[in-house]
């Protein structure tokens, strides 16, 4: 499972804490509001019961007024219903039996004490209040539809979860808004330290004096940037230095070995044996030199490069014949499956070492080369180079282009030795052209060594 951003969490944070506090408050404003409402409509209609009790008493009493005339004047100005219980005998204002009345209201009427209840008839909510009148012996019942206070109460639930719906919305954004800007110089800083970590060692963060925390980390990572080059340098110079200091012995020693060489035949065969040691170890030792200053110059950034766009299977079988001649290596047969549509932008000169340090590789450790395959993969050419060897450990594959790892050959006197830069350069090389080396296993049993390069167009040119 691919683990969340910092952005994303804090964006969520946000986001649910802005909805916690808003359905907090909208739960407290809507209790509030209802207790207020329903509370407030209840003693409403119980002072108006007790208005209404005291007028049809004082008209009972005085006989003035019709009871069912007064009845319905009682209701004229509400949407409640009266009804009176006088003598056993029921009046109502409107349709309402006595049967609507609930047992419990009618029970405590009769007893003489005051009640209240809300009820659902056919779904609509009621409060209805039971008011006992002992001076004539009476009880009124007062029965008020609360639909226009369920549609109140209703219309401020809609509101408060449209405010809450609101605020999780803008709580969301906001914590998009500040992460986005919080975490906008980390992101820098990250980008920034990739690119040197891919070699661009002339990365810097620019320093902002109006945010003291990003200057400070802009001024920290441009530091350790520059002391890291400033290391590399002297690193660099150093190995210069010193592979150019031994170019003048290696060439006398060279030399002296060559002179030595016309003489073989008259040395005993333990200083033959001696003599070819030395020889061995001498090459050896120039390689070497020839190849850190190489790498130095790679290194410090001082090697020029020159890029041009060709047809990979012929730059490909070009490479080869240099090699072969150049370097007595064998011949290799090259296998172009492209049909002349794969084209690199390579530097030649890069290139051909890469060639020639894989084909060196092969006839170093592995009996020698066996087949160059050149073939097409999406958008990539693929270069395989294999050889006749017994292959190459697993555990070894990820570092025999780490510079002076030989594997087991650094172990074995009996074989010929490299100075495990040659894979180090060819990585070093097809980086420079965007492009990745790796070795696997051949199909003939030995080890392959894939190289990937993107793919361009005939025309595109430097």
Not at 106 to 122: D, H, I
Not at 203 to 210: A, G, K, L, N, V
Not at 437 to 458: I, K
Request: contains cysteine; glycine residues 8%.
């Amino acid at each position: 499972m691919r683990s969340r951003s910092l952005r994303l969490r804090l964006t969520v944070a946000f986001g649910v804490g802005a909805a916690l506090l808003s359905l907090t408050f909208g739960t407290l404003a809507y209790v509030g509001v209802r207790h207020i409402t329903v509370t407030g409509r209840q003693n409403t209609d119980l002072r108006q019961a007790y208005v209404n009790a005291a007028l049809i008493r004082d008209a009972v009493t005085s006989d003035s007024t019709p009871m069912p005339q007064l009845i319905a004047s009682l209701d004229s100005a509400t949407s409640s219903t009266s009804l009176l219980s006088l003598n056993n005998f029921w009046y109502a204002s409107g349709t309402p039996k006595p049967s609507t009345i609930p047992l419990g209201v009618r029970r405590y009427a009769l007893r003489g004490v005051v009640s209240r209840q809300v009820v659902k008839a056919n779904g609509v909510p009621e409060i209805i209040i039971g008011v006992p009148i002992p001076a004539i012996h009476a009880q009124y019942y007062v029965i008020d539809n609360l639909t226009d206070l369920e549609s109140t109460l209703r219309l401020s639930f809609v509101i408060l979860s449209l405010g809450a719906a609101f605020t999780t919305v803008l709580g969301l954004f906001a914590g998009w808004w500040i992460t986005r800007r919080a975490m906008a110089p980390l992101e820098v800083a990250s980008e920034a330290a990739s690119r040197v970590a891919g070699g661009a060692l002339d990365t810097r963060i620019p320093e902002d004096p109006r945010n003291r925390e990003v200057a400070a980390l802009a001024a920290s990572f441009n530091t350790m940037v520059e002391r890291l080059v400033e290391r590399l340098q002297r690193d660099a110079r150093f190995a210069g230095d010193v592979s150019h200091e031994l170019r003048s012995p290696l060439t006398t020693l060279a030399t002296s070995v060559e002179v030595m060489r016309h003489h073989q035949s008259e040395m005993t065969a333990d200083t033959r044996a001696a003599f070819e040691l030395l020889a061995a170890d001498v090459q050896t030792f120039q390689t070497l030199v020839e190849d850190l200053l190489e790498i130095t110059r790679y290194d410090a950034g001082a090697a020029s490069m020159h890029l041009e766009t060709v047809d990979a299977g012929e730059l490909v079988r070009q490479c080869v014949r240099s090699a072969v001649r150049r370097h007595q290596l064998a011949d290799v047969p090259v296998t172009d499956h492209t049909g002349g549509r794969a084209f690199v932008k390579v530097d030649r000169r890069r290139f051909e070492r890469v060639i020639t340090n894989l084909l060196d590789n092969a006839s170093r450790y592995a009996g020698g080369a066996t087949n160059i395959i050149v073939g097409l993969d999406g958008d990539q050419v693929v270069i395989d180079v294999d050889d006749a060897g017994p292959g190459i450990n697993v555990e070894d594959r990820g570092h025999v282009f780490d510079r002076f790892y030989r594997g087991a050959a650094a172990r074995d006197r009996g074989v010929a030795r490299g100075t495990g830069l040659g894979l180090a350069l060819v990585a070093d090389h097809v980086a420079h052209f965007d492009g990745t080396v790796r070795a696997t296993e051949a199909p003939s049993g030995g080890s392959r060594f894939e190289v990937r390069l993107p793919r361009h167009d005939e025309e595109d040119d430097e």
